[in-house]
T-cell receptor
Framework: NAGVTQTPKFQVLKTGQSMTLQCAQD?????MYWYRQDPGMGLRLIYY???????DKGEVPNGYNVSRLNKREFSLRLESAAPSQTSVYFC?????????????FGPGTRLTVT | AQSVTQPDIHITVSEGASLELRCNYS??????LFWYVQSPGQGLQLLLK????DTLVQGIKGFEAEFKRSQSSFNLRKPSVHWSDAAEYFC????????????WGLGTSLAVNP
């Protein structure tokens, strides 16, 4: 049981390049999330998917797109990377049913845009 | 609006000393509260959660937290800190509605002196 996995672990991009961050979970969770973490700013939600087939914007969606490929996988795409997108990106997942459930996090992707 | 405040950005304690990390929340209804820990270079791990019932919650790694509705607080405690507890600690509250989003504090960085 791997939990939440993310690839790649590290990435360096030049301004204007594109890339896709991959996330997969094997816990049969319905909901998945993408966060970015920057020093002094905590965790900020980029996009989330409450269930398979749905996606919604979080608080900082500009410059990103997402795809909920199936129940297991939720990818984050940077179409034209900018230095402001240098950050650590975390994927998370949670069960979705009656009530509230904790989120489980992946190990993160450290992205540098030069 | 819902919010979470962690008043201490950075705390240093000596190994073996007791620890209390503060968390205050703003939320109109009964809150669902979480504490997560992030070790350097790692993802976030759930320490404990409060949904209802006993206001003193036990978690992993010897941590506990107490929910005090009158003070809108959910402070994290540990009686004797170990060097391995040095990490970033995040408090979160589940937002209203069915979207399962968490509202995060900005975190408290804990350093442990030998």
């Amino acid at each position: 049981n791997a939990g939440v996995t993310q690839t790649p672990k590290f990435q360096v991009l030049k301004t204007g390049q594109s890339m896709t961050l991959q996330c997969a979970q094997d816990m049969n969770h319905n909901s998945m999330y993408w966060y970015r973490q920057d020093p002094g700013m905590g965790l900020r939600l980029i996009y989330y998917s409450a269930s398979e087939g749905t996606t919604d914007k979080g608080e900082v969606p500009n410059g990103y797109n997402v795809s909920r490929l199936n129940k297991r996988e939720f990818s984050l795409r940077l179409e034209s990377a900018a230095p402001s997108q240098t950050s650590v990106y975390f994927c998370a997942s949670s069960y979705a049913g009656q009530g509230v459930y904790e989120q489980y996090f992946g190990p993160g992707t450290r992205l540098t845009v030069t | 609006a819902q919010s979470v405040t962690q008043p201490d950005i950075h705390i240093t304690v000596s190994e073996g000393a007791s620890l209390e990390l503060r968390c205050n929340y703003s939320y109109g209804a009964t809150p669902y509260l979480f504490w997560y820990v992030q070790s350097p270079g790692q993802g976030l791990q759930l320490l404990l959660k409060y949904f209802s019932g006993d206001t003193l919650v036990q978690g992993i790694k010897g941590f506990e937290a107490e929910f005090k509705r009158s003070q809108s607080s959910f402070n994290l405690r540990k009686p004797s800190v170990h060097w391995s507890d040095a990490a970033e600690y995040f408090c979160a509250v589940a937002g209203a509605g069915n979207n399962r989003k968490l509202i995060w504090g900005l975190g408290t960085s804990l350093a442990v002196n030998p």
